[in-house]
């Protein structure tokens, strides 16, 4: 089996990167196999985040950033993810 999280974000708050470390952890953990994760920042600022996906990227392996600069709303960043997600298995 292989799995694709795709996670929109527009602005996120401070601290967002442990909560989504966290849940990838467990998420993983429960199907028992990492996934891919796509963060898809939606008008995001990459000074705002930079920090964070430093953070996410030290723990979740083949990380996928997306970014643009305009907010287009959660529909299209989810567009986005899904058309970069692969499904591969990352063991």
Same mark, same amino acid.
């Given at each position: 089996?292989?799995?694709?999280?795709?996670?929109?974000?527009?602005?996120?708050? $401070?601290?967002?990167?442990?909560?989504?470390?966290?849940?990838?952890?467990?998420?993983?953990?429960?199907?028992?196999?990492?996934?891919?994760?796509?963060?898809?920042?939606?008008?995001?600022?990459? $000074?705002?985040?930079?920090?964070?996906?430093?953070?996410?990227?030290?723990?979740?392996?083949?990380?996928?950033?997306?970014?643009?600069?305009?907010? #287009?709303?959660?529909?299209?960043?989810? #567009?986005?993810?899904? $058309?970069?997600?692969?499904?591969?298995?990352?063991?």
């Amino acid at each position: 089996m292989s799995v694709s999280l795709v996670l929109p974000c527009y602005n996120p708050q $401070a601290g967002w990167e442990h909560v989504v470390c966290d849940g990838y952890q467990a998420f993983s953990k429960a199907i028992g196999q990492p996934a891919e994760l796509i963060i898809v920042l939606d008008g995001t600022s990459a $000074a705002v985040t930079e920090a964070a996906l430093a953070g996410i990227h030290s723990l979740v392996p083949g990380l996928v950033v997306i970014s643009y600069p305009d907010n #287009r709303g959660k529909g299209y960043a989810i #567009r986005q993810g899904v $058309a970069k997600a692969t499904g591969i298995t990352l063991d």
